[in-house]
Each structure stands twice: as C-alpha cells, then as structure tokens.
C-alpha cells in the first residue's frame, strides 16, 4: 500500500516527514530524471541521445576498443550537453537532507556530478563520471576539459599513447562499486526513489532488498512506477508517491523535515 502526495495536495506531508526523520538510515536512488531540470534531458525520452546514437552502434566497450573516433562521436556530444549544467532545487534539497543527518548517501545512475555540486559528499556512481578522462591501459584518470569535447581529435593518454575515454561504464563494462552498495544499503530502511522507474540492473534490485528487509519506500516521479509493484507483506513499511516533478515534490518533502527538527 502507498500513499499519494501531489506538489499541489499536500495532506500527508508530514506524515511522511514524521517516517523520514524517524528511520534508521535513509538512501536515495536517483535516476536521469531528477537532472533533467537543470537541462539534461533523459536518454531514450525523444530527443534524446540514444534516438540520436544508438547505444548498441556507439556506447559498447567494443566499439570504442575497435573504433574509438566513432565512439567519440556520442562522448562529444554528451560532453556538450553535460557542459554548464548545475543543480536543480531537487540535487540541493537532498544535499540538505545529508547536511541535516536525514539522508545518509546517493547511489546515482547519472554521471553529470550534480549531487557532488549541490554539495553531497556520499555518492555512489554506478555508471562512473563524464568529468574525468580514463585510460583502460595503464589506468591514468584526468579530468576531462572543455577542448575534449570540441575537439575532433581522440584524446590520447599522455603516459602511454592508449585512446582515453570518459569514466563512464560502457555497455559490455563491469557497473562500479556495486559490493559496496550491496553493503551500504543492507540495512537502509528507507529508499528514496528519484527520477528512476529502477528497470535496469543494478537498480532495479535495490528497492527489492529494501522491501524485503521491511524498508519503506518513497517514490519521486511524475508517474508511478516503483510504487505499482506492492510491497511485501510487511505492515510496518510506510510508503509514499510524491507525484510531480522531483524539483518540486523533493524540496516540499525536505522543507517538512526541517521544520520537525526546528519547530
């Protein structure tokens, strides 16, 4: 069972602030959507890169070890998209929540560094960063630089003469950290889902682990998707849908914790 709270019916707000700043540890999962008011639109929404590059032709390990200019071709553009792109009130109202011992860490499929920006210092990037360059032979990591992505040359290692691609995970790449979030989210007890419907792995098993452990979840979507899926049989989980655009609903949710703790 869940319950709805739109950013324009508000009702049980604090009732999800009460379950917020009562659990044991809070983590948030957050997805393409929570970035793309700040200008990054989601990759398969239209427009979007994969409509433009399609990931099997250009985002594979394979292709970027075979024909690393091709693959450049995608790397350039996302760089140009991701260039300038700074927080929305969704990346600040959680860095807030951290600040306030409310939430405890991020695991992110993004890779455009907004929770680091917002000032979120405990991040889990599952798919890497597009802000450092990596080099897959001798494991040299820079950060990546505006010329990088305006360039038509391949970016070349400087200690070994390798082709240097983004730290991003290629399809056909191992995810990162993925022990580590196994062990960081084994007793969470509350998820915050943002901007993800959580349909790839390794998301997808999160709120599954956190169901089955009894763990409430908070969906944050403009359409409900985690929350349609029910939640065990559990009768102490509380779960909320925070209907709307995560810039708006986040920062309701944020401002009503931090009025429980400063009455």
Known sequence: ??????????????EA?????????????TGA??????????????????TVFSPEEYATLEVFLHDPAKAWQLYRALGKVLLGK???????????????????GIITQNVDNLHQQAGSRRVFEI????????????????????DHFHSSET?????????LKPNVVLFGE?????????????????????GTSAQVYPAAELPSLVRRNGGSIFECNREQALTAWGYGSSTRAKNFFFQGDAEVTLPLLAAACQQHLNP
């Not at 602030?17 to 999962?29: E, F, H, M, N, S």
């Not at 798919?127 to 505006?146: E, F, I, K, R, S």
């Not at 970016?155 to 082709?163: A, D, S, V």
């Open 1 to 14: 069972m869940y319950i709805t709270i739109s950013q324009n019916e508000t009702t049980h707000l604090a």
């Open 17 to 29: 602030a009460t379950v917020l700043r009562t659990a044991t540890k809070v983590v948030a999962l």
């Open 33 to 50: 959507g929570i970035s793309v008011a700040s200008g990054i639109p989601d990759f398969r929404s239209p427009g979007g890169l994969w």
């Open 86 to 104: 700074k927080p929305n009130p969704a990346h600040l109202a959680l860095a807030e929540l951290e600040q306030a011992g409310l939430v405890h």
């Open 127 to 146: 798919h890497g960063d597009h802000q450092h360059l990596q080099c897959l032979q001798c494991d040299l990591l820079q950060p990546a630089v505006y």
């Open 155 to 163: 970016p070349i290692c400087p200690q070994c003469g390798f082709p």
């Open 174 to 194: 191992a995810v990162r950290d993925l022990e580590a979030i196994h062990h960081f989210i084994a007793d969470c007890d509350l998820l915050l889902a943002i």
